[in-house]
């Protein structure tokens, strides 16, 4: 289930990010942005329950969401798209997954997973800003699976339509969210038009 995040800030924020002359700063400040941005769309169908509210002046029913939430930023890039997140669910935990791309087979390979014991109670929200062959969300909710994960959903800044169909293939039930379905993939597994490599842009490393 695929949800194309739309919105004329999101927009007007991928559209300076996509400019190669964007530096590292910049960059990972508006990826930030376009992250907070999303949170509202990422997070409208979160499972509430009422509770009871007191006020300085009387009781009164209110709201709170039924599982506490656990953000799983796809090391590297999905740092960047971590803190957009944070700012507007402080409240939520942090678990990180490896995963590098073989830039020669595009295979997923991991590297690194720590997450809290109770994944399976949690919301899990996956972060990457970029869903390009789909190697790398697939491998990352596959281990969380495995690891007892039950609510998940993926996050991302800019998809391939193969990544979207690879993803939602091998996990049909899975909502997919980005700010923008690109038009493909080149011969090297890059997203076109894309944003180029996200993880050396937003760590200065390219
Ligand atoms: C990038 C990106 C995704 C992955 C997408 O990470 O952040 O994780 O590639 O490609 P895929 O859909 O074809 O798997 P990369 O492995 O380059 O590492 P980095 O985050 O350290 O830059
Ligand atoms: N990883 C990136 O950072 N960019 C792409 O276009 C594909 C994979």
Do not use: W
């Not at 739309?6 to 990826?31: M, N, W, Y």
């Not at 281990?143 to 007892?148: E, I, N, Q, W, Y």
């Not at 899975?174 to 490599?197: E, K, S, V, W």
């Amino acid at each position: 289930m695929l949800h194309v995040v739309e919105h004329p800030l999101i927009a007007e924020e991928l559209t300076k990010l996509r400019d190669p002359g964007c530096p590292s700063p910049e960059f990972r400040q508006r990826v930030r942005r376009i992250s907070s941005l999303m949170v509202p769309s990422v997070t409208a169908n979160l499972e509430t329950e009422v509770v009871e509210c007191a006020t300085p002046l009387e009781i009164t029913s209110g709201v709170r969401v039924s599982r506490g939430i656990i953000l799983v930023p796809i090391l590297r890039a999905g740092l960047g798209f971590l803190d957009g997140f944070l700012d507007l669910i402080p409240q939520a935990s942090v678990a990180h997954i490896g995963v590098a791309r073989n830039e020669v087979t595009l295979e997923a390979e991991p590297y690194y997973l720590k997450h809290p014991p109770t994944i399976g109670e949690h919301e899990i929200i996956v972060l990457d800003p970029m869903l390009a062959t789909g190697g790398s969300a697939i491998h990352a909710v596959r281990t969380l699976h495995a690891a007892g994960a039950r609510h998940l959903r993926f996050a991302c800044l800019v998809a391939s339509p193969q990544g979207v169909a690879a993803l939602e293939s091998a996990f049909p039930e899975i909502h997919i969210h980005t700010a923008c379905l690109d038009r493909c993939l080149n011969d090297r597994g890059y997203i076109l038009p894309g944003l180029g490599d996200a993880g050396d842009r937003l760590f200065g490393t390219c």
